[in-house]
């Protein structure tokens, strides 16, 4: 399956419009569209409309959609050069602005390269205990992730002492093409996670924003999600997420802003 089919993205009469209608597996613990699956559907959306391959894409989110409804994407190359185009796409339901991501996208040929963000030494995913989902996450976009913990703590040990702002989680959407920008930014969407190990509560976070910058496009079975919470403040929380391959490979880096919320009283496993 590819991102296309997952998302359930739609063409129109208008090369420039695309429709997603909002499902179970798209949302977030909150009923509404999950902010990953938002950046990632317009990704896809721009990736289709301009012919050319996400560098970075940022989402900001305004309001929410929760089913049946059908998020309109309107996609804008505002500047279109020899070999790279700046974009946006707003998605919009009856009218009322949900997000708007702006984008860079592109390739150019450079015989210069390198990486040198630095893998965490964390087991294999076989080794790690899966994450459980509670009631809220039922029918939700974490039905069709299979995570394991890596570095972290299983939700019945929490609350405890804060942690370090380090967690990690070995993720994978089995038959899916994980090469995909539009997939990747749903792995990105982790720092919520981070929150509650860091804070060592039972505690998560509602996006304001998502950002998403592409690295290498290789083969990957499993991505380790390496999330690295940098403060909690007046209520607000911001992270980074970098994003690998089994074989230590980088395939992105993410960063997010949230509201931090705690969770539902009687939310279990």
Do not use: K
Not at 37 to 43: H, N, P, R, T
Not at 94 to 111: H, M
Not at 144 to 172: M, N, Q
């Amino acid at each position: 399956m590819d991102a296309l089919t997952f998302y359930g993205l739609r063409p129109t009469e208008d090369p420039r419009r695309w429709q997603l209608p909002v499902v179970s597996r798209l949302l977030s613990g909150m009923g509404a569209l999950f902010g990953g699956c938002g950046l990632g559907s317009a990704i896809e959306a721009l990736e289709r409309t301009t012919e050319r391959p996400v560098v970075w894409a940022a989402a900001q989110f305004q309001s929410f959609a929760r089913p049946p409804a059908t998020v309109d994407i309107e996609v804008t190359e505002a500047v279109r050069g020899h070999q790279t185009s700046q974009a946006r796409a707003v998605g919009r339901v009856d009218g009322e602005e949900i997000f708007t991501v702006n984008a860079a996208l592109g390739r150019r040929e450079v015989d210069l390269t390198g990486s040198w963000a630095i893998m965490p030494e964390v087991p294999p995913p076989d080794d790690c205990p899966p994450r459980q989902l509670m009631d809220r996450h039922r029918n939700t976009i974490m039905e069709s992730i299979d995570s394991r913990i890596a570095v972290g703590r299983p939700i019945e040990e929490l609350p405890a002492a804060p942690g370090d702002g380090r967690s990690a989680l070995w993720v994978r959407m089995p038959g899916l093409d994980l090469t995909e920008a539009s997939l990747l930014a749903i792995f990105g969407d982790y720092v919520p996670f981070g929150i509650g190990q860091a804070l060592g509560q039972r505690a998560g976070g509602q996006s304001l924003d998502n950002t998403i910058r592409i690295a290498h496009r290789v083969p990957a079975d499993w991505v380790l999600a390496d999330v690295r919470v940098h403060a909690v403040v007046d209520g607000f929380a911001h992270g980074l997420v970098h994003l690998w391959n089994q074989d230590g490979v980088l395939l992105g880096t993410a960063s997010q802003s949230t509201i931090v919320r705690r969770h539902r009283e009687g939310d279990r496993p």
